[in-house]
Nanobody, 124 residues
Framework: VQLQASGGGLVQAGGSLRLSCAAS????????MGWFRQAPGKEREFVAA????????YYADSVKGRFTISRDNAKNTVHLQMNSLKPEDTAVYYC??????????????????WGQGTLVTVSS
């Protein structure tokens, strides 16, 4: 399984970015997908997760109401729409796939496959 994240960049506070994650090697339709982030000097933290069908979504409190996770199983992709960005959102963002079917996962240890990360920088 290969996951390719894209869409990161530099944006001013209050702005928006849309991250995308394209998967190859496995159909995503049976697996939970997640986004995590890691800021310099900090541990990787959960951002959002979406169930295999897209019917359930989960968010970290810090991004709730500002970020939206979505998926398109027909295109084998997952997206993270980030609005009202803050400087504290600056981090490398990773998409991940939980290799256990029909499970919702919100911790890094539960995920088996990771993308390479895409850098998001929010200036104040």
């Amino acid at each position: 399984v290969q996951l390719q994240a894209s869409g990161g960049g530099l944006v001013q506070a209050g702005g928006s970015l849309r991250l995308s994650c394209a998967a190859s090697g496995r159909l995503l339709s049976s697996y939970c997908m997640g986004w995590f982030r890691q800021a310099p000097g900090k541990e990787r933290e959960f951002v959002a997760a979406i169930s295999w069908s897209g019917g359930r979504t989960y968010y970290a409190d810090s991004v709730k109401g500002r970020f939206t996770i979505s998926r398109d199983n027909a295109k084998n992709t997952v997206h993270l729409q980030m609005n009202s960005l803050k400087p504290e959102d600056t981090a490398v963002y990773y998409c991940a796939l939980d290799g256990v079917i029909w499970r919702i996962a919100t911790t890094p240890n539960e995920y088996d496959y990771w993308g390479q990360g895409t850098l998001v920088t929010v200036s104040s």
